[in-house]
C-alpha cells in the first residue's frame, strides 16, 4: 500500500488536507499535519490533499 511522506518542517498547518481526508490527516495541537494511518487506502482523497497542499509538503513515498 502506498504510504505518504510529510515534510513536517514546511506544514504551515492550513488545515486543507485534514478537511479533505481526515481519514488520512490529523493536525496535531502544534499545528502540524501528521498521518492518521501507515498505508493509504483512500487514494483518491490523499491525492487531492496532497495536490491542494500549499506548500506542497504532502509527497507519496
Ligand atoms: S495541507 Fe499541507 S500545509 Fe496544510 S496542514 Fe496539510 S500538510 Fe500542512
Known amino acids: 500500500m502506498p504510504r505518504?511522506?510529510?515534510?513536517?518542517?514546511e506544514c504551515i498547518g492550513c488545515?486543507?488536507?485534514?478537511?479533505l481526508c481526515p481519514?488520512?490527516?490529523r493536525i496535531r495541537d502544534d499545528a502540524v499535519?501528521?498521518?492518521l494511518v501507515e498505508d493509504v487506502t483512500d487514494?483518491?482523497?490523499?491525492?487531492?490533499?496532497?495536490d491542494t497542499?500549499?506548500?506542497e509538503c504532502?509527497?507519496?513515498e
Do not use: K, M, N, R
Open 4 to 9: 505518504i511522506h510529510i515534510d513536517a518542517t
Open 15 to 19: 488545515g486543507a488536507c485534514e478537511e
Open 23 to 25: 481519514g488520512v490527516f
Open 33 to 35: 499535519s501528521e498521518l
Open 43 to 50: 487514494l483518491p482523497c490523499a491525492q487531492e490533499a496532497i
Open 53 to 55: 497542499c500549499p506548500v
Open 58 to 60: 504532502l509527497h507519496w
